[in-house]
């Protein structure tokens, strides 16, 4: 296990996907993680569609990984409309579902939220006319909130901000620029660039795409969408020293 004071290694994978004809779909995989990483990161769309079944699935295979398991939901993790039954059943196997309070694992803080969509800069969807598009963007400024509260309660010299939508347009090109807008929100760039402590941002939904990208403060992201990571590395997921 790293130190409070050296690099704490941290694997990341998102959209798992988990579905219900699956068998111990990630037991393989988060063992092998296990002897690689001190921290394993799941980035949302944990499962295929929220149903309970897919949640006690992962849930088991959960209990093989040997070091502490952190991780947001994804928009897929809400279909079935009962996403607090999901974090139950992963909560239930150890999981720390991050959304409203921030974690500490070894000195290095973690502070995460699913995000929403909304889109980028010129791109962006703006809280103006319907009462629907209000909460629209409401949804996305809730998030970004949301993350920035856990941001500030953070001691830690080191922080990673977990999430599923993307902040920053870097990691989603490549993607067709028509569904940028869906894919994630320029809104959760704000409280990331806030604060000192941040050292890395992991992200997932977009299955496709680029790995790498930086916030316009400079502070380095990664999409980590298990379908990005693998060409790129010849395993599902990234691994950082933090
Ligand atoms: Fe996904
Ligand atoms: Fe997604």
Do not use: W
Not at 6 to 34: C, K, M, N, T, W
Not at 70 to 84: A, I, R, S, T, W
């Amino acid at each position: 296990m790293a130190s409070s004071n050296g690099p704490l290694r941290v694997a990341a994978i998102g959209d798992l996907h988990v579905q219900e004809d699956s068998v111990a779909p990630y037991r393989e995989l988060f063992a092998e993680v296990s002897n690689h990483a001190d921290v394993l990161l799941l980035c949302g769309d944990l499962t295929n569609f929220g149903k309970t079944t897919e949640a006690e699935i992962l849930a088991e295979d959960i209990k093989s990984c040997s070091v502490p398991v952190l991780g947001v939901l994804g928009n897929h993790d809400y279909e079935c409309g009962q996403p607090e039954k999901v974090v139950e059943i992963l909560r239930g196997a150890g999981m720390i579902v991050l959304d409203e309070q921030a974690h500490e694992i070894d000195g290095v803080g973690f502070a995460g939220v699913k995000g929403f969509m909304g889109g980028y800069g010129r791109g962006e969807l703006a809280p103006f006319g319907e009462p629907i598009a209000k909460l629209f963007v409401d949804e996305a400024m809730n998030e970004a909130r949301k993350l920035e509260n856990q941001l500030r309660t953070l001691r830690t010299e080191r922080s990673v901000a977990v999430l599923h939508y993307s902040p920053i347009v870097d990691t989603i090109e490549g993607e067709p620029e028509a569904i940028f807008q869906y894919l994630g929100s320029q809104r959760l760039c704000d409280p990331i660039d806030r604060f000192d402590h941040v050292k890395a941002v992991v992200h997932g939904h977009a299955h496709h795409g680029t790995y790498e990208g930086r916030t316009p403060r400079g502070t380095p992201v990664y999409k980590v969408a298990q379908f990005v990571v693998k060409p790129k590395f010849g395993r599902r997921y990234a691994l950082l020293e933090i």
